[in-house]
């Protein structure tokens, strides 16, 4: 039997229940009083007494057969409520299930059942922008893999044949090509261990600034190559951080070519440090500023996702597999830290990151 059927069932018992003693309440009250009305002096049961008798009783089955019927079509109103839209949601469940993922239900109330309609329609936007963002990723991914395997397979063809000899500048070009693809498999794997919480940290002692400095000096010759300006605003006295240092290093990394990536020639870098307190936690904070287009509206709460990649065909021009901020991320969330992003007044997108300053006062 169906849950409509069992609803509308229980719902008619308990209302044809409740009219039954309501009317058998009422009977026994006429009862009582017309009993003490016979007691009066010279008053005896007639036959305007009988056909009083009577026509209450009509009267209380008639109430009582219309209340049923009432009770009845009101029962299954209610069930049929309360089991659309369930079966709907069921029906959305199934279509998932075979794949169709990112449909919607019609959400017709804000009760709970409501509510459980629009947390499902959620669920199924983001099942569907997943799956999306796998897939690019994965059309991504297998095209960085191609370009170096392509070159490595053609110079090695090329050398196997006797087109080419075998020279150092060749062989270096095809060593650079072999660290590319073991940097994007190392970043991979990094990530993924991330995400499940497991990611190794070789924790020590070190000073924000001079991570960034040294992260800076290294980028001089492509600022340069992109005609960019690198500024700093650096705190003083700040804490040292406990922390893994190539992590660190490597957000660091990661944050400064993104901005270099989207700034136009001409434009300018700013690198700032401080502290923060934010949900009466102390915070390191560090902020990578530049003078590019922004980020679109629709991207900001995404940016740092897995495989998230917001202008694809920008993305596509500027190069990237769309794991560099995923990386800050989740390095940032194994040192209890967090990463945002938010676009400038004056244009130009601000990324910031902050680590928990806690106990370092110790390391200064």
Known sequence: MSLRYRIAGLTFLLITATVCCLLWLANLQM??????????????????????????????????????????????????????????????????????????????SADEIGQLAQTFNNMSRQLAQVEELRRRFLADTAHELRTPLAILQGNLENMLAGVSAPGMERLFSMQEEVQRLTRLVENLRDLSLARMHQLPLNKQW?????????????????????????ATELAKDLPQLYVDSDRINQVLYNLISNAIRYSPAGGKITLRTGRQSRQGCSWLVVEVTDTGTGIREEDLPYLFDYFYRGDEARSRETGGTGIGLSLVKYYCEAHGGWAEAHNNEAGGASFSIGLPVGTAEKGK
Do not use: C, K
């Open 206 to 230: 070190a000073d924000m600034n001079q991570l960034l400095m040294r992260a800076l000096d290294m980028f001089q010759p492509l600022l340069e190559e992109h005609d960019l300006a690198a």
């Open 31 to 108: 009862h009582n009083l017309f009993a003490a009305y016979l007691q009066m002096p010279r008053m005896d049961m007639g036959q305007n007494e009988m056909s009083f008798l009577h026509s209450v009783h009509e009267s209380l089955i008639w109430v009582g057969a219309l209340f049923i019927i009432l009770g009845f079509i009101a029962s299954l109103l209610l069930a049929r409520s309360i089991t659309r839209p369930l079966q709907a949601l069921a029906q959305g469940t199934e279509a998932i299930r075979q794949g169709r993922l990112g449909i919607q239900v019609e959400v017709a």
